[in-house]
């Protein structure tokens, strides 16, 4: 007899059937007829079993008795209808083996504990309901995300982790170096020739942790067709906000023979498959949630799940954001202005209170996007695209990507970047260059979207943010 998941078992009739499950203590209560009510959780549910053992147990004063909250036991009994309230079933143990006891200086008791306190013991947090909650939903947005690609012909890319590209040229970045960082060689000090030896460095040259697989990405779109990427990225931006994390996972879909139109109807498709699987699947976490920690997680998802997006230009926003300030009906703490990056607010107001669904928002001035986005005819704007949803704002950044060959170098040049150093990227404009687009969509965002967690440190296993790489 093999030990079954809980989640199973709870989908079981209570019908007398043998039965062993393994898992650790939540609580214990004993009575005084003369049995211990034990109840356990081995995280592929939200919702636990009760375990009825028997003072009759051979080993029920010496182990059953101490076996206190946090403990691991296995369980081999008989599967039986609950006659108590909220359970439809109850195990009635034959035996009971405590496999790790847990004292009392078990820091997870039977308590409301903040999530600030939990961060610091990250590695036991998951055993909480809320955050075996948060993880098991992140695995099955992980599988839908996956799912959604694979069903519509893209191929999975593995792009680099240590790279010498910049593809946002924000210079935010997370140097790799194999020098003994107390004596780095350093150059003679000819003209010109100043400053560290990266010549002597392992790779030979300067090189960082990805901040985007996009470039990379770029170049396998131009063989393969559709091609995505999805692992973690690195950001040296010295922000320590609950919506900012030095390393987290990014999901980066390509598309070759693509217009900007193209993937802003495939970012809508991603997110709404996404919405749908974990309703489908995930519904008793998502229901901890809405009873939890958002109570309109349930409402929102469903909404959005079946409601187009609506889409507008950056220059139709900007017109409805300062008409808002100017009638007074909404006061901004930053100003708006065209020409100016939107703020999380005006994102806000955008989806939530202009609109009431999620927002496409197209065509930004290029000064405030990158360089490898299409420039548009009036030489202003770019081909770039965001999408908005109530409470987040922007979850989703892409653009369709510039193809011409002279217009791509001379926008590099205005962003500081010399095209020399990026050849191998130019060559996808020489040999058969072709419309293509892509977008950028943050997992950890879109965690917190769909839970209604209030800080992205909470839906990381390991948070990564300034001052702190514990674990």
Wanted: hydrophobic residues 40%; proline residues 4%; aromatic residues 12%.
């Amino acid at each position: 007899m093999q030990r079954i998941l809980i989640r199973d078992v709870l989908q079981l009739p209570g019908d007398d059937r043998s039965i062993q499950v393994a898992g650790w203590v939540r609580t214990r209560r004993d009575s005084r007829g003369g049995f211990s009510f034990l109840e356990i959780n081995d995280g592929s549910t939200i919702k636990n079993i009760q375990i009825v053992a028997e003072a009759t147990l051979a080993n029920y004063e010496s182990e059953i008795l101490t076996a206190t909250t946090g403990a691991s036991v296995f369980v081999s009994g008989t599967l039986k209808a609950s006659p108590g309230k909220g359970q439809s079933v109850e195990i009635h143990a034959g035996s009971v083996t405590v496999l790790g006891g847990a004292d009392a200086s078990f820091p997870i008791q039977k308590k409301r504990h903040s999530f600030e306190y939990l961060r610091e013991i990250a590695h036991l947090r998951p055993r909480t309901n809320t955050f075996g909650a948060v993880f098991r939903l992140r695995n099955a947005i992980s599988f839908a995300i996956h799912k959604f690609f694979q069903e519509n012909g893209f191929y999975y890319i593995h792009t680099p982790i240590i790279t010498g590209n910049d593809a946002e040229g924000a210079g935010q970045l997370f140097h790799v170096t194999n020098f003994d960082l107390d004596q780095v060689p350093k150059r003679d000090q000819e003209p010109g020739r100043g400053g560290v030896a990266f010549e002597k460095d392992f790779f030979g040259a300067p090189v960082h942790l990805t901040v985007s697989g996009q470039l990379e990405g770029e170049a396998y779109a131009m063989s393969l067709g559709r091609i995505y990427t999805f692992g973690p990225t690195f950001r040296a931006e010295n922000s320590n906000t609950s919506r900012h994390l030095a390393e987290f996972w990014m999901v980066e879909p390509e598309m070759a023979f693509a217009t900007l139109e193209d993937d802003a109807q495939l970012a809508e498709d991603f997110l709404r498959y996404v919405f749908k699987y974990v309703l489908e699947h995930s519904r008793d976490d998502l229901e901890f949630f809405n009873q939890w920690i958002d109570k309109s997680c349930l409402a929102r998802l469903e909404s959005l799940a079946d409601s187009p997006f609506e889409r507008m230009s950056y220059t139709e926003a900007v017109t409805i954001l300062e008409q808002a300030a100017q009638t007074k009906s909404k006061k901004f703490e930053f100003p708006v202005a065209w020409g100016r990056d939107l703020q999380s607010e005006h994102e806000r107001y955008l989806c939530e209170e202009h609109v009431g669904k999620p927002v496409i928002l197209t065509d930004y001035p290029k000064e405030i996007k990158a360089f490898y986005m299409r420039l548009n005819d009036d030489d202003k704007t770019v081909r770039a695209m965001d999408v908005l949803v109530p409470g987040v704002g922007e979850i989703i950044g892409g653009s369709e990507r510039e193809d011409r060959l002279d217009v791509l170098e001379a926008r590099m040049r205005d962003h500081g970047l010399e095209p020399d150093a990026y050849q191998w990227y130019l060559d996808l404009r020489r040999y058969g260059s072709t419309p293509h687009a892509g977008f950028g969509l943050g997992l950890e965002r879109l965690v917190q979207f769909i839970s209604g967690m209030e800080n992205i440190r909470d839906v990381v296993p390991f948070p990564r943010t300034p001052g702190n790489a514990s674990f």
